[in-house]
């Protein structure tokens, strides 16, 4: 979707400002928004592409005011609700009725493995690569209103295929309960110029990782 | 609130009350169990973090052979060292050279390689990094004091999908002699995301 996330080449956000010697978290609440997030996605009902959706359906307007672990809680609990976890009444609130464990809960003596093994998304795919290194290639146009990797910036321009990673969970269906369907995924690179015409920093190549379906041939 | 307040900062955050509701919503339904949640924050704490990736880089500089299996094969070469995971599942690494220097970004997300940079940082997720560097490098990686030669080429990987990269900075001049923990203390968080150049021996 053409959301507050799809953000390369806009203008306006100011400079970047690093912080000298910044701390892991910048209040208490991150720290516990970051691993209640992590602890409910071991849950196991939804992707990680369904996480990213959710965060960029928020409003624009909120999702520019927030911190990023704004986002992160407020995407979470619009899963919470959508997947019967968690009613809107009880974010309202606060209350709960006791419940036993759910079955996947996500138990302390589990947690070294769990993030340890991580979500590998690699698939095996049967079909042979469309592309092959150093073929050119062009991303389609499309506006999907579903969930998509294709950067708008990066969208009906001309690239080379620089390698090829085998089958990837694609997240335009994974992320809708429509299936992993894996594809290809290419290293495609573009050169500055043909992204940004004449206002192109001299010397500048951006690579993104996009799927099969995403490019034909040039 | 069934929470004590006390033992915490910001007490006026209205984030700070909405977590602590919500912590306390999924551990009455039995969703989550705190001392779970104290694990996770404990493990980016102190185990996961930018010493694991100044690790990799230190031992690719030391040792040729193991910087060829990292540009084949970054994935095995890095789960060697111990380092395998959440958003580090698909790894790749990058190599500077004096011709060209590669930068990182994720336009969409924050997507970063956890299990060798640990929790990013805030301007990584900043919509200013994120929408700038990849139409302005040179003038996004001068807000971080770095200027690059004129004739280095910026190559920016975009982390569009779950491949997760990491830099390797190049070994600065004057480091012959040092050993790999000796050079690990050289590599800072930024010279692994190409944001900065690894520090110089003093």
């Known amino acids: 979707m053409n959301g507050p996330q799809d953000l390369g080449g806009q203008m306006g956000f100011g400079p970047v400002a690093p912080e000298q010697d910044e701390p892991q978290y910048h209040a208490a609440w991150e720290a516990r928004a970051m691993g209640i997030t992590l602890a409910c996605g071991a849950l196991g009902q939804w992707p990680l592409d369904e996480g990213r959706f959710a965060r960029e359906s928020l409003h624009p307007a909120i999702y520019y005011n927030a911190t990023y672990y704004e986002i992160w809680i407020r995407a979470l609990e619009k899963l919470l609700v959508k997947y019967g976890l968690v009613s809107a009444q009880e974010l309202a609130t606060g209350q709960a009725l006791p419940a036993p464990a759910h079955a996947r809960q996500l138990t302390p003596d589990r947690v070294p493995a769990a993030l340890a093994r991580g979500t590998p998304t690699d698939r095996p795919v049967s079909t042979a690569p469309k592309f092959t290194p150093g073929q050119r290639v062009r991303t389609i146009n499309a506006h999907p209103q579903h969930h998509t990797r294709l950067p708008r910036y990066l969208r009906g321009h001309t690239g080379v295929i620089e390698s090829e990673h085998g089958g990837f969970v694609l997240p335009d269906t994974n992320a809708h309960g429509n299936g992993e369907n894996p594809e290809r995924l290419y290293t495609v690179v573009f050169d500055g110029a043909e992204v940004w015409g004449k206002d192109a920093e001299p010397g500048l190549t951006i690579s993104a990782d996009l799927w099969e379906g995403y490019l034909e041939h040039a | ?202």
């Open chain 2, 1 to 202: 609130m069934p929470h004590d307040h006390h033992d915490h900062d910001n007490h006026l955050d209205p984030m700070d009350a909405r977590v602590r509701a919500l912590e306390t919503i999924l551990t009455t339904k039995g969703l989550i169990d705190p001392v779970a949640v104290d694990t996770i924050i404990e493990t980016y704490a102190h185990k996961v973090g930018p010493q694991n990736g100044a690790r990799v880089v230190a031992k690719a500089w030391a040792e040729p052979d193991f910087a060829d299996w990292l540009r084949r094969d970054a994935n095995a070469a890095i789960a060697s060292l111990g380092y395998t995971g959440r958003q580090g599942e698909h790894m790749q690494a990058v190599f500077n050279t004096p011709t060209q220097h590669n930068v990182v970004v994720c336009t969409l997300c924050s997507c970063y390689p956890w299990t060798v940079l640990g929790l990013p940082p805030v301007w990584y997720k900043s919509p200013a990094y994120r929408s700038r560097v990849v139409l302005e490098p040179r003038a996004v990686l001068a807000e971080f004091g770095l200027t690059l030669p004129e004739d280095t080429n910026i190559r920016v990987w975009d982390s569009t999908a779950e491949l997760r990269y990491l830099v390797i900075p190049m070994r600065p001049d004057g480091t012959e002699a040092m050993d790999q923990a000796a050079l690990a203390a050289l590599v800072t968080r930024e010279s692994m995301i190409g944001t900065g150049l690894a520090r110089v021996p003093a």
